[in-house]
């Protein structure tokens, strides 16, 4: 039986049962599949065929983003070998890995934007006197640069990137290494994010989760994703009472 979530604006807690907020990034603050496919298209293009012959499109890379840099681009490059019966190498795939790094941070930020109501939200947060940390598998300086791109950057006194622990998201490390930087316990820190990814890790470390409906979640239904409560925009959050 699958669990029921809140599917309204009205969320199960009060905000005094927080002191912190650890909030994801691409799919949950940011739209950034833009960028992804620019940088994704140079990569292809330095490569041999038949890789350089494929044009990757807003859906098929949406359900790729969430678990990486390297997920990304080996997921692609999956595709590309099922579609075509090649087989990219390790050394082929290190290779385009080193080259879509340096594409991204050269177009990072140039065609993302920020979702309808993040800022809002990140405000209510912030007057809840709430600690705020921004917790993603994108590397910590390409978000830090995001964020500061489009204008997200001070309202963190933390961002911690997949490079910054031995794990990713969907394992708890990132979550605990943020409450135990930031100094906040875990069960008083709400997890907030657009897939499974994060709901798996914010269940495993055992915090609350809230989950954006309008986020990548890889293609599959934000519903059963295991979150505590869903919701379509982060300005129209209404604590309980």
Request: include cysteine.
């Amino acid at each position: 039986m699958t669990k029921s979530v809140v599917r309204t604006e009205t969320l199960p807690w009060q905000s005094s049962n927080f002191d912190a907020v650890l909030v994801d990034l691409d799919g949950t603050m940011v739209d950034t599949l833009e960028d992804f496919l620019v940088a994704l298209h140079s990569m292809l293009a330095e490569m041999p065929q038949p890789y350089c012959q494929h044009v990757c499109n807003r859906q098929e890379v949406e359900l790729m983003v969430g678990k990486g840099s390297e997920n990304l681009v080996n997921s692609l490059l999956n595709l590309i070998d099922a579609k075509r019966a090649s087989s990219a190498d390790l050394a082929l795939r290190s290779k385009a890995l080193q080259r879509y790094l340096v594409h991204y941070g050269d177009v990072n930020g140039k065609h993302a934007r920020v979702y309808e109501g993040v800022r809002q939200g990140l405000e209510q947060f912030k007057a809840l006197g709430w600690k705020l940390g921004c917790v993603t598998n994108k590397p910590t300086a390409y978000a830090k640069t995001l964020l500061g791109i489009v204008g997200l950057g001070d309202y963190f006194a933390l961002v911690l990137g997949g490079d910054a622990t031995a794990r990713k998201k969907p394992d708890p490390m990132p979550l605990q290494v943020a409450c135990e930087t930031l100094g906040v316990s875990i069960s008083r820190t709400l997890m907030v994010g657009d897939s499974s990814n994060d709901a798996k890790a914010a269940k495993t470390a055992g915090c609350p989760v809230l989950l954006v409906t309008y986020g990548y979640n890889h293609g599959e239904d934000i519903s059963i994703a295991g979150a505590d409560a869903l919701t379509g925009s982060l300005a129209a959050l209404q604590w309980r009472a």
